[in-house]
């Protein structure tokens, strides 16, 4: 008898998208899902799939995550987000490693990630092949990293699987827009709370190498006027990011700020890759 997985979903008003991620997981052992209240109809889909739903306020993205780690029942933990779905390809490969004995070399697997914006799939750029470590032993590892970026660490050897985890992550420039102003508020109080000095030239130069390292170093240009976007709004970021550091080291005292503020009634997303 295989290794059995829990599938853990943490989630937030993903109405337009929770179906079809739900959908690509009907293979797993186990489905659990913590939802932070969402206003949608989130919490109604997930329970036709599984009857371990559960809210609790958001933790942030790491304390999230190591929440609903602790419930999941089974050995293997597989994180998924809303905004993703499991391609057959990578379904198909997961099983086979878990149906032949091969996962008892293995204490966690890693695999690309493919983002669908703008229309299309993205091929090149930082977000291709965008690898992220989501399957692994429940013993062997933990969820760490800065707000708003979460990433597994484990113990032990990782084997890198071919399939890809699609990732619908921006309804579209303006979504993507919105959700940078959140997440560029929640990584400059990190830097703020580790007391990082303000260097004009993080603010400068920064996102100048951003994109020049997106559009021209990771052949962003390939996709077109897509790659340009994605690789101008990325280093805009960037400068929000420090800008922001700025302005609550010399403008204004720090003041409360919510984990999740990417804007109103939508999920706390899932960024392609880090934001410099």
Known sequence: MRDKISVCLTVCNEE???????????????????????????VAICKEYTDRVYQYEWRGYVGQKELIKG???????????GDEEMSPKLRDEILAEFESGRNCRYVGYEFPRKVFFLGRWITHGEWWPDIKMR???????????????????VDGPIKRLKGCLHHYTYDDISDQILTMNGFSTIASVGLYEERRKFSGIDLLFRPAFRFFKGFFLKRGFLDGYSGFIIAMLSATGVFFKYAKLWERIHVKPPS?????????GKAPPTAPANNG
């Open 16 to 42: 337009p998208n929770i179906h079809r991620c739900l959908e690509s997981l009907k293979w797993a052992d186990e489905i659990v899902v913590v939802d932070s209240f969402s206003k949608d109809r989130t």
């Open 71 to 81: 419930m999941a029942r089974h050995p293997w933990i597989l994180f998924i987000d």
């Open 135 to 153: 399957l692994y032993r429940k013993d062997k590892g933990v969820c760490t990293g800065r707000e708003p970026h979460d990433h597994v660490v």
């Open 256 to 264: 409360p700020v919510i984990a999740n503020s990417s804007g109103e």
